[in-house]
């Protein structure tokens, strides 16, 4: 059996009398890839920051990696990493400067170049971050997260506005990550996105779970209800076509 690595027991989150989250449970299992998925105002954004220990939660408990959310939250922010949005950088500084920041204020030794090769950037060392393109920003992104070595990476939505090929060369990023064993949270409005990256997958909606499994089960209850698409899906979708006929490489995205 998989190590439990987050567990959420009975979460509520109240903002007066409105009710954002509504009394859920679910665990995260170590090196996996969970997806919290939902609409706008399902209470998901919410429910993350407060394992991220950015909100405070109304009640319920909240365990990672074995340490209580309640009486150690400054050893939960340790192990874990958290994408920033794009004003999170400072504009003067190159790539090769903002990981040195970043990896002071982490106290940690970190050589700037290696983590830019993992992120296929370093023919951009000298650049700064508003000289970047959309997909170059969200892998820099994603390799700020690593530099405090985390147990746990967070990242909402991290290929929203991208093109097909950036899309993809972002999803082979989170497999690797993945593959050497850091646990991967994610939201993503993209249901290709959640099918081809997540392992298991919550689904919220009103401040509620209202599923919870992998992709591939949730698409055969589904099935198993008689459920058919109106139009017969072929073995390939246009997005396939596009990254067959333009190429998969790295490009300026």
């Not at 399902?42 to 407060?50: C, P, Q, R, V």
């Not at 190159?94 to 830019?116: C, D, H, T």
């Not at 099935?223 to 073995?235: D, H, N, S």
Request: net charge neutral; charged share 25%.
């Amino acid at each position: 059996m998989n190590n439990i690595i987050i567990s959420v027991k009975n979460l509520v989150k109240n903002y007066g009398n409105f009710n954002a989250v509504k009394n859920i449970s679910f665990d995260v299992y170590e090196g996996e890839i969970f997806g919290l998925l939902g609409p706008n105002g399902a209470g998901k954004s919410t429910t993350l920051e407060i394992i991220e220990t950015l909100r405070d939660k109304t009640s319920g408990e909240i365990i990672v990696d074995g340490i209580n959310l309640d009486t150690n939250p400054g050893a939960i922010k340790k192990i874990i990493g958290v994408q920033l949005q794009t004003s999170g950088f400072y504009p003067g500084l190159n790539l090769m400067e903002l990981i040195q920041l970043f990896a002071g204020l982490y106290n940690q030794k970190v050589e700037p170049m290696e983590f830019l090769k993992l992120v296929n950037l370093e023919d951009k060392a000298k650049n700064k971050f508003k000289e970047l393109s959309g997909g170059q920003k969200q892998r820099f992104s994603i390799a700020t997260t690593l530099i405090n070595k985390p147990k746990i990476i967070f990242l909402d939505e991290p290929t929203t506005g991208l093109d097909p090929q950036a899309r993809r060369n972002l999803w082979d990023l989170i497999k690797d990550i993945k593959r050497k064993g850091t646990t991967v949270i994610i939201t993503t409005h993209y249901m290709d996105e959640a099918e081809q990256l997540c392992d298991r997958i919550a689904i919220m909606d009103e401040g509620k779970i209202i599923s919870l499994n992998s992709p591939d089960k949730m698409i055969d209850e589904l099935v198993a209800t008689g459920f058919e698409r109106p139009k017969q899906v072929k073995l390939a979708n246009l997005e396939d076509v596009f990254i067959h006929l333009t190429g998969k490489d790295l490009r300026e995205s």
